[in-house]
Each structure stands twice: as C-alpha cells, then as structure tokens.
C-alpha cells in the first residue's frame, strides 16, 4: 500500500463554516507556573487535526485543559457554539466530546464486552446500553468477532481499537485520543490511522489527535499543529507540514 492511498481525502473545511472546537489563547498549568502559555487551536467539523511536539511541550495539557482536569487561568474554549471553558468532565462529555486517555485503559480481566458496558456505568437505559454497544461492534467487526474474549487476551491493536470504540458509546461529535499509536508496531499504527480515517469518513467523526509518530500521524491527518515549550510553533495542511524543512529537522530526522 503506498502512502497516498492512506492520505484522508481533502479537509471539508470550508472558510465561513464555525470551528467545531476553538481553543482561544488557553493559559493553564498544574499550580505552579502556566506549563500552557496561550496556546490557540481551531477544529473544523469532518476533520482530522494531528498535534505534534516534543516531550513535555504541553500537548496532554492541552487534552486535560479542554477536558476540564485542569483549571484554565486565560483564554477560553468552545465547543459547538457553546463556552466549555471552565466545564467539568462530565458536562465536556456531554457537550458531545470523548477522549481516549494516553495511559492504557482497558481492564484485562473482563470480556470486551463487558469493557464496553463499562463505557456505559452511568447509563441506565439498558435498551439504549444494547443499543450503543452493538453500534460500535458494527464499527469494528474486529470486536465483534472478539466480544466474549478477555480483554487481556487481545493484541496491542485490537486493545487500543476498543479503547477508541469505549469512547463511541457516547456517540460523540469529536474524539481526543493522545497517542494513539504508543506502543504499536508500524504495521498496527497503520490499521490503528486507516480506522480512524474510516472513522472519519462513514460517521463523520471529528479528530483531534496528539501522536509522536510524526509521519504517520500527519498522514492520516488534514492539519497539524506543532507545539513547543507550552506555545504554537506551527501549523498548516498536514502535507504542508510534513514538508516543512524545520518540521523535518526536528520531528522527522531532518528525512
Ligand atoms: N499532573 C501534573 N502535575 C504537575 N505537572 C505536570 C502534570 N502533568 C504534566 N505536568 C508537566 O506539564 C508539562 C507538560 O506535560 P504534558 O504531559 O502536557 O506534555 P506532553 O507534550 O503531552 O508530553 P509527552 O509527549 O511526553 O506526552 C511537563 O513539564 C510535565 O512535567
Ligand atoms: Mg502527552
């Protein structure tokens, strides 16, 4: 498979459309001193958007930030029309944006399944719990096949595949996922981006995601953004990145 063949089909975005997602000069930290310091992001809706930057450079932050895990001192974030920028997890999750943490997060000793219902626990409609689970195993055939099986039991990828499907259940408009290829050989990175393009065209999902795996990321994404030092360094059309000579010097071994 070349990589053209795994580039997303051109971004939607259109100029007069709204951001989805608008992070707006965010100041924010742990306490102490701001670790983000004015950071800006923007969204738009149908679009795949790649965070790159180097270790420490703020780019979880970001994730919590939006999320509401930390206090955001400056600036402000919108989602869909509407300010979340002081928003509590539980109403984030509700405005309509999941998130798959950076740390694994299935529990090994249950059944996919069960996993999955898990997503669900503060559900009460037990119709609606079928309902949504059965939706997101039509999503990856790949769970279907392994529902009964322990989680523990499953590959690096089909692991990370039901932590993206876990995140679903809630039927999202847009998923955070940071890293989503930490951990995976090349090959399972590829199936892991090649999802999340599909992802993005049947559903129409929105994507923010942070990867480390600079090229693969940027390739299956519309735009990036470099981070650094807790501030924007750059961004553009994620080919235009991934051409950029100090893009290239610094993520991509200067290749
Ligand atoms: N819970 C925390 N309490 C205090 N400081 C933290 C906490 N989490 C992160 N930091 C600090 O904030 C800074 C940015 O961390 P962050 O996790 O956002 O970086 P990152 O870009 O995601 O890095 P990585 O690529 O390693 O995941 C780092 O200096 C880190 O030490
Ligand atoms: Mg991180």
Redesign the pocket.
Known sequence: MTDVAARPTPSPQVPEQAPLLEIEDVYA??GGDD?LQGISMEVYPGEIVCVI??????????FKAVYGFVNIRKGRVRFDGQEITHARPQEVIQAGIAMVP?LPSIFPQMTVYENLEMGLFLERDKRKIVERIEYVLELFPRLEERRKVMAGALSGGERRMLEIGRALLIQPKMLLM??PSAGLAPLVTRTIFQNIQRLNREIGLTVLM?E?NVRQGLEASHRGYV?ELGRNSYQGPAQELLHNPEVRRAFLGGR
């Open positions: 930290g742990y670790i930057g180097p270790n420490g450079a703020g780019k979880s932050t970001v950076q940071d890293e942070i480390q981070l």
